[in-house]
């Protein structure tokens, strides 16, 4: 067993895992946390996606051990002040069906606006590449996204915009 | 008829809960203490079981083993055909089939505990993996292989073809297409006292309940299955949880702890059900004037190893078979042969897709040969209202196929689309566009008098508070029924959409209204819904929200709450004779047409979806937004079938069981999609609705297959429709 300690949703965390521990067993058995999912275990599916020092990753593929020092964000840390922009725009547009696959693109789409605020349909095609759906065909997902992009182009010259 | 709440973009009940992660899907649910479960499979294809081993030097005194000697009641899947054993004792059919089952509170040392334990089969080498191969006999799984043989006929075929100007044959493949929902099947299960309680991720909890009384015999009272969020199901959790909940119970019993069990995705994929692959042979007779009047098919589906639920998939894959036409002298024979596969079950579309895929391919092949246009043809054959199906089945006003058929040339502007098609392509030397149409229906409800032996109850209970709860076995899939049904219900009653809430899934608190499949929820079940809230204003009559609840207080008195239940009545004049296959094999259809614009490389010969057009007649649209995602993600799914997915079967067993080789649409491959709905209100569906789940499925592969026919001139028989099918056909029709 290894001891690490890092940031969890802004709390400071110390744990001790196995070297053979994956970050996402770990969020989900040891620390409680559901938001990630395992879809496929193999880095493939996105939906065990979190914010490791801003940067979507997929847990699944991560070792535990390796996130020491580090800062680490999920959709309860997303969720934990009321929903984001981003949440509310995913509610208003009934963009997910079974939802399985929302929790890793509330993720993705949050790192997406944090670094362009603006991003075009292509950008988000891009973002949200690695993220499946076998749902929604898509389309409302991207719709969301681009209504906030919309909106953020259009305010951008007031409020200079944050996006959550 | 002007409604409130139907017809509204309500905000769907669950969509808080999933996009800020607090959804609980089994695999969220973690007891203080419980026990890791897994299954032990075969590692041969085809064999006789010899024994299992377990390690004499491994210490296994924190496990828990389960084989068949352990079931209390019968060693069987309950199904159709219950002929499935739950746990093999003898006989191997398929690679992966279980055969024991172990568990451990730790997961880690679970796999320890896997490596510790060898199987001993005595291995047949050889294996039948297609349809060919099982009709060649190339070993009898069965006797002759065939499962089971359906006809459907009308006319004499024999004189039609005589007659026949124009006669046009082939034979149509399609492959296993996994559901590939994003959630593995999970189920956790426990035992209270005499009480087995099974919760996962399931379809149809009181098939569930049905399974589990079989292995274990018990009563209704002592089994109680309850629903937890499902992360997309497409049928793939129609059946199979039927299974894994009673392995789940099996270690439970054993365990004393809530045991929970959840696939990894190469197991899912590997054991679990999928589309059933087919070939389709059809031959079509044309008179002088290009009318249809004879059609022959015969119609295989490759049952995988065992019957299981096959015979309905291929009743609904033959009576969707003879398309949106009205055809004189048909005849369909369906065979369901043997595989060394797994089992395969339901999927969307449930068997119409593979016909249809053959049915609107072959029609535009047809038309190629003749030298007239797809459209012309399909407007001469289609059925009319007052026209009938081959099964004899009158239709009177629910015909809409020329209708959607109208409005799609319509919205699509077609002679300004062909002429920039047919620009496009003489100026390219690189790349050709082509269009394409599939026009085709989905009949909802269970086929023929299944809705009458179903014979469904749900119900609503009205609480003190004058708020209303919605009790049904239909589960909340993504799809949007717990929405859709509140909807009904608030309608049907004239209350605000808030003071409808929906019980817990759970077959001690809601009653069987049936499984959640066939398209039938919104249309049957939502119907019978509707007329339990009739019966609530029968007994209560108010005018007023406030008038409501001082009469709901008025009318209960002391008690807590009161309970309306109705059962499914079978509209008056459909006759259906199971024998003969003749009569209404479905209350009523929904109607629809594609029209798909791709653009072809032809240096690498694949295929970029550009638009894709959808006009469907599904009664009156209870929420438009939740219908029109149905269709977007029924599309989607229908592309991946026509483009990519293809399960591979390499040395007995599935090679691509994972998101890298089994390719599903990601978001990069979409299309423009434009859905649309024409209005036709069904009757006896509430407040006009009809079933629309399955329909989106059926059409795509053939819209697909006739536009790469109208950009290359090249005909395609099988599914998938890939690169190297296309440049081959292409490269050999130069
Ligand atoms: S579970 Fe990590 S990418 Fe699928
Ligand atoms: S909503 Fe079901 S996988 Fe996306």
């Given at each position: 067993m290894n001891k690490i300690t890092f940031i969890i949703n802004g709390e400071k965390r110390s744990i001790y895992v196995e070297p053979n521990d994956v970050l996402l067993d770990v969020l989900r058995d040891k620390l409680g946390l559901k938001s990630p999912k395992c879809g496929c275990e193999r880095g493939d599916c996105g939906a065990c996606s979190v914010l490791l020092n801003g940067k979507s990753v997929r847990s699944c593929l991560v070792f535990a051990i390796e996130v020491d020092g580090c800062e680490i964000e999920t959709v309860e840390g997303i969720s934990q002040n009321g929903l984001s922009v981003v949440q509310e725009a995913f509610i208003e547009m009934n963009s997910f069906q079974c939802g399985f696959c929302a929790p890793g693109v509330v993720i993705a789409t949050t790192e997406l606006l944090r670094k362009n605020s603006t991003p075009t349909k292509e950008e988000i095609k891009e973002a949200l590449a690695g993220n499946l759906c076998r749902c929604t065909g898509y389309t409302p997902i991207l719709e969301a996204v681009e209504k906030i992009s919309h909106h953020n182009k259009h305010n951008s010259d007031n409020t200079g915009g944050t996006n959550e | 008829?002007?409604?409130?709440?139907?017809?509204?973009?309500?905000?769907?009940?669950?969509?808080?809960?999933?996009?800020?992660?607090?959804?609980?899907?089994?695999?969220?649910?973690?007891?203080?203490?419980?026990?890791?479960?897994a299954q032990i499979g075969s590692?041969?294809?085809?064999?006789?079981?010899?024994?299992?081993?377990?390690n004499p030097d491994f210490d296994w005194s924190d496990f828990v083993y389960v084989d068949a000697s352990d079931i209390p009641g019968e060693n069987e899947v309950e199904s159709v055909v219950s002929d499935m054993p739950l746990l093999a004792t003898k006989e191997i059919r398929y690679w992966g089939q279980p055969i024991a089952l172990l568990a451990h509170r730790d997961k880690h040392q679970l796999e320890e505990g896997l490596k510790n334990i060898k199987i001993e089969i005595e291995e047949n080498p050889i294996y039948v993996s297609t349809i060919d191969e099982s009709l060649s006999l190339?070993?009898?799984?069965?006797?002759?292989?065939?499962?089971?043989?359906?006809?459907?006929?009308?006319?004499?075929?024999?004189?039609?073809?005589?007659?026949?100007?124009?006669?046009?044959?082939?034979?149509?493949?399609?492959?296993?297409?996994?559901?590939?929902?994003?959630?593995?099947?999970?189920?956790?299960?426990?035992?209270?006292?005499?009480?087995?309680?099974?919760k996962g991720s399931m379809q149809c909890p009181y098939y569930v309940q049905a399974s589990i009384k079989t292995v274990f015999h018990k009563e209704d009272k002592d089994v109680e299955i309850i629903q937890a969020y499902v992360g997309g199901a497409f049928g793939g959790k129609e059946d199979y949880p039927s299974i894994l909940g009673a392995h789940a119970a099996l270690l439970a019993m054993k365990a004393n702890e809530p045991v929970k069990m959840v696939y990894e995705r190469a197991q899912d994929i590997s054991i679990t059900t999928k589309r059933h692959p087919s070939k389709t042979t059809i031959k079509m007779g044309f008179d002088e004037n290009h009318k249809l009047t004879t059609l022959q098919m015969e119609f295989i589906l490759d049952g995988g190893s065992y019957e299981t639920m096959s015979s309905v998939i291929l009743a609904r894959g033959m009576l969707h078979a003879f398309g949106p036409y009205e055809i004189p002298n048909v005849k369909i024979d369906g065979i369901i042969v043997a595989t060394n596969t797994p089992p395969n079950g339901a999927f969307r579309g449930f068997g119409a897709p593979q016909s249809f895929f053959a049915t609107e391919s072959h029609i535009d092949y047809c038309a190629l040969k003749m030298g007239i246009s797809p459209f012309k043809l399909r407007e001469i054959n289609f059925v009319q209202r007052g026209g009938s199906f081959p099964t004899g089945q009158l239709l009177e006003n629910d015909?809409?196929?020329?209708?959607?058929?109208?409005?799609?040339?319509?919205?699509?502007?077609?002679?300004?689309?062909?002429?920039?098609?047919?620009?496009?392509?003489?100026?390219?030397?690189?790349?050709?566009?082509?269009?394409?149409?599939?026009?085709?229906?989905?009949?909802?409800?269970?086929?023929?008098?299944?809705?009458?032996?179903?014979?469904?109850?749900?119900?609503?209970?009205?609480?003190?508070?004058?708020?209303?709860?919605?009790?049904?076995?239909?589960?909340?899939?993504g799809q949007g029924a717990h929405t859709v049904l509140s909807q009904i219900v608030a309608e049907a009653l004239e209350l605000p959409f808030d003071m409808i809430y929906m019980e817990e899934v759970n077959t001690q608190k809601v009653p069987n209204s049936g499984p959640t499949v066939a398209s039938r929820t919104t249309m049957i079940v939502g119907e019978v819904l509707r007329r339990a809230c009739v019966k609530m204003r029968d007994a209560i009559k108010y005018n007023s929200l406030d008038d409501y609840l001082e009469k709901v207080s008025q009318y209960l008195g002391d008690k807590e709450s009161?309970?309306?239940?109705?059962?499914?009545?079978?509209?008056?004049?459909?006759?259906?004779?199971?024998?003969?296959?003749?009569?209404?094999?479905?209350?009523?259809?929904?109607?629809?047409?594609?029209?798909?614009?791709?653009?072809?490389?032809?240096?690498?010969?694949?295929?970029?979806?550009?638009?894709?057009?959808?006009?469907?007649?599904?009664?009156?649209?209870?929420?438009?937004?939740?219908?029109?995602?149905?269709i977007e993600g029924g599309i989607v799914q229908s592309m991946g079938y026509a483009l990519y997915e293809n399960i591979i079967f390499k040395n007995g067993r599935f090679w691509n069981a994972d998101f890298t080789n089994y390719i599903i649409p990601s978001i990069v491959d979409i299309p423009k999609m434009d859905v649309s709905f024409l209005n036709n209100p069904y009757s006896y569906g509430p407040f006009g609705a009809k079933g629309i789940g399955e329909l989106p499925m059926n059409g795509g592969a053939p819209a697909v297959n006739n536009a790469i026919k109208d950009a290359l001139g090249i005909h395609l028989t099988k599914l998938p429709l890939s690169p190297e099918q296309i440049m081959e056909a292409y490269e050999r029709d130069l």
């Open positions: - | 008829m002007k409604h409130k709440v139907v017809g509204a973009n309500v905000t769907r009940v669950d969509v808080k809960e999933k996009v800020t992660g607090a959804a609980k899907y089994t695999d969220d649910i973690q007891p203080d203490s419980f026990y890791w479960g590692n041969v294809v085809s064999g006789v079981l010899k024994g299992v081993i377990k190339k070993k009898e799984i069965i006797p002759q292989n065939i499962f089971k043989k359906r006809k459907i006929e009308r006319g004499d075929i024999e004189s039609g073809f005589e007659n026949a100007k124009y006669v046009f044959e082939d034979i149509y493949y399609t492959p296993h297409q996994e559901q590939m929902y994003i959630e593995p099947n999970a189920i956790i299960s426990w035992w209270e006292g005499e009480k087995i309680v099974v015909v809409m196929i020329r209708e959607v058929y109208d409005e799609l040339l319509k919205r699509v502007n077609y002679p300004v689309l062909r002429k920039e098609i047919d620009d496009f392509n003489s100026l390219s030397n690189t790349k050709r566009r082509g269009f394409g149409i599939a026009t085709f229906f989905h009949g909802a409800g269970f086929t023929g008098s299944g809705e009458v032996r179903l014979a469904s109850i749900a119900g609503i209970r009205l609480d003190k508070n004058g708020k209303v709860a919605v009790l049904v076995a239909n589960t909340e899939m009161e309970s309306f239940f109705q059962q499914h009545l079978q509209p008056p004049k459909i006759k259906w004779d199971d024998v003969n296959y003749r009569g209404d094999a479905y209350g009523t259809y929904a109607w629809a047409i594609y029209g798909v614009e791709i653009e072809v490389d032809l240096r690498s010969f694949e295929v970029t979806l550009k638009n894709i057009i959808s006009v469907m007649d599904i009664g009156e649209v209870v929420h438009p937004i939740l219908a029109s995602g149905q």
